[in-house]
């Protein structure tokens, strides 16, 4: 039997669509499981009861990603 996936939300950071059935596409900081939290990017249901697949970011790989991002602005 599979064991429950906990999750507490501890910080709302963005969120990037909403689809017209209320799920939203968002940008958090999650404790999975009483963890250490991670930045997460996923769709959740309007109650953030229910979610999709999304991928977890530790702060390092974050800020790879940050730095990509502004590296690649400022050379357009």
Partial sequence: M????SFEI?????VLSENNKGWR???NLVSWNG???KFDLRTWSPDHEKMGKGITLSNEEMKKLEEFFRNS????
């Fill in 73 to 76: 602005a400022e050379k357009a």
């Fill in 35 to 37: 963890n250490a939290p």
């Fill in 2 to 5: 599979p064991s429950k996936i």
């Fill in 10 to 14: 501890l910080e709302n950071i963005l």
């Fill in 25 to 27: 596409k968002e940008l």
